[in-house]
DNA sequence: TCCCCGGTCAATCGAAAGTTGGATTCCGGC
DNA sequence: GCCGGAATCCAACTTTCGATTGACCGGGGA
């Protein structure tokens, strides 16, 4: 049988070394390539026609990891895309879940477990951390809310510490109007106060 | 010459296998250990007597890099540590100085940037990533601002949404108090308001 | 010892923030 | 076409926040 190409994506050589240290040393895969940006991820699946790719979802400056996952599943005969990163915020992982991502691991993971879903991954299924598919549970329960373009970007400045009145005058619009959309925004998350919505925002992923 | 021995303390196994990969193909490089925690890294310090100890600063649960490596330059004839670390935010480059480190290195570096520093650092050399260097500088040139633990936990509460006279009622003392205590957060951070201070406070670590 | 600092509280006042209600425009669906 | 909904804009009103001043207590360090 044919090895398992895979392919590297992570900004960190540290840890490209460490996934190509781990994966070299088991029978039937072969590292067919490392990546520390998406676009370079983009040319190497085009290159290599690898069976999956182990993406790192935040990668440095330009095209983030979900980004990237969404390119590579929209090619024709796409690898499989298993996402490997450090971060489980509820919207990383959506993110990546929307791009079409077959896997999402955490760095902290076993190497057996890696191995296992690399495997899991090209025979199609789909892998999850048990603390993953908790918290997209979670998410999908509860009802998924969207700040317009305007509100985003108020709550932003709000989270920088902005007055009213200085992101009025930021924006070209009167106070009045500030006031206004964070009323829309306190309904949407639930809130009553500015500060309470910087949080509640953030906790979503709606900012930063 | 007997070859350099070194500790590496990460609780990432992909992270610890890269930075294994990366050090064992050097010549004068001998990894003697792994540590996954800082309770675990002291022990190994004592058996194996490593010269240079690689110390990410968040190791999940327990004791973080900053104390391990408190811990372990504190022991007699100590080994030098380098932290290697993916965050660069000033209080986790602050406490890992003054906790005694030899050097600080983002996980982005290159591998030759890499064992240099491990060299550097068994000759008694300190060294800085670029970066770190120039967060240290700004921040020696700005007065340290400390807040006091009553003010620190105000403030996250804030950051958490909760008006004065919720945190008030938390903390079970009156809103006077809480706000004459977000009077001193304000003056500490030169802002004036909840919002700013919150933004403030997170931009040099306060909290979170 | 005395003084300073951290934590606690009170009263007041002006300035923000938040509430309510309403206007306009744009866009997709019946 | 017409309607409903959503996004953007605005103004007047109420509440909370922040500034200011002043006070009390307890625990260290000079």
Known sequence: ??????????????????????LTSRDGLDVVGEAASGEQALDLVAAERPDVVLMDLRLGAGMDGAKATAAIVARPDPPRVVVLTTYDTDTDILRAVEAGASGYLLKDSDPEVLVSAVW??????TVLNPDVAQRLYRRIRSPRVDLSARETEIVSLVARGLSNRAIAKELFVTEATVKSHL??????????SRTAAVAAARERGLID
Do not use: Q, Y
């Not at 540290?14 to 781990?22: I, K, N, P």
């Not at 899991?120 to 299924?125: H, Q």
């Open 120 to 125: 899991a991954a090209s025979r199609g299924e």
């Open 1 to 22: 049988m044919t090895p398992l190409r895979i392919l590297l994506v992570d900004d960190h050589p540290v840890v490209r070394a460490g996934m190509r240290a781990l």
């Open 183 to 192: 009323v829309h925004v306190f309904s949407k998350l639930g809130v009553d």
